[in-house]
Nanobody, 115 residues
């Protein structure tokens, strides 16, 4: 059973930056895909960015050029550097992991961007 623990959320003004971290435990295998999703109030959960174990990244159009996902495969940890934050980025951010065709989710960390 994989456990995911996120950290790094908080309150920031528009234009500011935050860095999220997600550490996976409970497996000795390298996780196939790690990534971030977010869910704003009243909206569906959406993809933010993903990072495969082979180094391929994928971003939502809304965050391209502002967010950067990175990963430490040895530690099964994924990061999300968020720059030039906008009020529309306000959401609960969830870490996600795919291992042996099973999806795992963290409990989420709240990011609030004030205007």
């Amino acid at each position: 059973q994989v456990q995911l623990v996120e950290s790094g959320g908080g309150l920031v003004q528009a234009g500011g930056s935050l860095r999220l971290s997600c550490a996976a435990s409970g497996t000795r295998f390298s996780i196939n895909v790690m990534g971030w999703y977010r869910q704003a109030p009243g909206k569906q959960r959406e993809l933010v960015a993903t990072f495969t174990s082979s180094g391929t990244t994928n971003y939502a159009d809304s965050v391209k050029g502002r967010f950067t996902i990175s990963r430490d495969n040895a530690k099964n940890t994924v990061y999300l550097q968020m720059n030039s934050l906008k009020p529309d980025d306000t959401a609960v951010y969830y870490c996600n992991a795919l291992l042996f065709n099973m999806f795992y989710w963290g409990k989420g960390t709240l990011v609030t961007v004030s205007s």
